[in-house]
């Protein structure tokens, strides 16, 4: 019979492995991931982290820039956890071995968008999340109480009495499905950027953890915030590779067909504006000129320091014809952050007893309504560590009290022909709910995913496609109600920012009959909640 573990944590991205690492001295720790052991969206960070450690940089200026970035709707407490105990996270990382760039013995950074200061570190040039995956996997694996078992897709979680007290999984291919049960469980699944035809995601990111959330009960934020990533390869038979922000931020222009740079007629800061500002200006300057694409240009820039600061993108970009360093490169937006989901509180803890969420599948309001770059990867050290020290704490749960959570409405799933695949999510979702929306394709958008129903078969093909299904209908009526624009949601019919309505966080649960309940809060770390075992 198989030894239960103390604490499960599903997903092997930064926090969760930051969290078994946390969890370890406290009990058995079984993480479940449902591909390779290192297949997850930090292992294609190319950029870097975010933090502040260089002498000319403070605390307080990397608090205003993800304020600032998060266009009215970050919350100030979780921000502050985030800028001040981000230092001593990249330290440890760095004593455990983590081998950031350096000049001479110094800590080499560099500058992104939206940024203030040059502070991002990086690893390998363009390969930071290799470099700290690294780094967690040798310290996980000194740990005999850690038990990584890769291939094991989670279907449901077990909730019991209110408390989430376990997992229904498969393992392997074939096998029949099977339950694990624990004292705790920690949602560390990433993103859903395959919820898009076009993302920077890799093919694990179906948006498990938010689905598995939503039907377990909990409670969802912000899920209308989507940042689609301004510089995607856009070439015919390649895939859309992530070309990192901190190209612009050593000096890359952005420049139409004609050649000619375009972003100052949009913002100031030009291609060092916000990313939802920039992905908005390439789409807006593409469709007026009738192109698909817009480019990357980096001519300008010396050669050799180009292969040297940014060999992976530099090498990529070779396989498929182009060098940057002497060709433009064709780029557009690509689905690749979520700033809503599973509604936490500072340390993980989720609406229902028992379960916990870090990283991007979590909602603390970090992030607002669109992510200052450079700081998923330090969210991920911070928040997983938290997390995992309220579960090998065993405190209580907390959770709101629905009692005061006001319902603002109600609707209901019509369930009808199942989903047979994901292709067709993905075509309306990015051409009706992806950079620039309106209430008329949001509306067709959620009317025909609510037609829709989970497929009945067991699995995991199946069970992504009926999570990406969950996650489409939240998205687009989640859209479909923020009547403004705001950070990473824009609606072509509200284009303007609405404080007197919109200085909110919209939540939604899963009520009866499938139904959805809505409500809205101020402030996510504000919002009433009462104790629960």
Known sequence: M?????????????????????????????????????ESNTEYAQGGVAVVLNDDDEITL????????????????????????????????????????????????????????????HAGGDSTGQEINRT?????????????????????????????????????ASSPPREMRAGAVLLATGGLGRLYRETTNPEVATGDGFALAWRAGAALADMEFVQFHPTA???????????SEALRGEGAHLVNAAGERFMTRYHPAAELAPRDVVSR???????????????LDLRHLEAGFLRRRFPRIHGTCLQFG??????????????????????????????????FAAGEVACTGVHGANRLASNSLLEGLVFGRRAGRAMAD???????????????????????????DASWIRRWMSERVGIVRCREGLAKAEARFRKRSRPAAVTREA????????????????ARRRTESRGGHYRSDFPERDDGAWLVHLLARRGREDGVVWGRTPRLQEFPRTRSG
């Open 463 to 478: 069970a992504e496609a009926g999570n990406l299904l969950d996650n489409a209908c939240l998205v687009a009526a989640a």
């Open 394 to 420: 065993r405190s209580p749960s907390s959770h709101p009290d629905w009692e005061l959570f006001q319902e603002i409405g109600r609707e209901a799933q019509q369930a009808g022909e199942e989903v047979a």
């Open 136 to 172: 967690l996997f040798e310290r996980l694996r000194e740990l005999e109480s850690v038990d990584l078992r890769p291939h094991c897709f989670v279907l449901d979680l077990i909730v019991e009495r209110g408390r989430c007290v376990g997992v229904r999984y498969l393992e392997g």
């Open 233 to 243: 390869l856009q070439l015919e038979g390649a895939p859309h590779f992530l070309l």
């Open 322 to 355: 182009l060098d940057i360093t002497r060709h433009r490169i064709p780029v557009f937006p690509a689905a690749h952050y979520m700033m809503g989901g599973v509604y936490t509180d500072l340390d993980g803890r989720t609406t229902v007893a028992g379960l």
């Open 281 to 295: 200006s390439i789409f807006l300057e593409a469709q007026s000129r009738a192109e698909e694409a817009v480019f």
């Open 2 to 38: 198989e030894t239960r573990p103390d604490f499960i944590v599903v997903g092997s991205g930064i926090a969760g492995i930051r969290a078994a690492i946390q969890l370890a001295p406290a009990g058995r720790v079984t993480v479940l991931t449902k591909a390779r052991a290192a």
């Open 62 to 121: 990397h608090e205003q820039d993800t304020l600032a970035a998060g266009d009215g709707l970050c919350d100030p407490a979780a921000v502050q956890v985030l800028v001040r105990e981000g230092p001593a996270r990249i330290e440890e990382l760095i004593a455990w071995g983590a081998a950031f760039d350096r000049e001479g013995v110094r800590l080499a950074f560099t500058r992104e968008a939206a940024h203030s200061r040059r502070r991002i570190l």
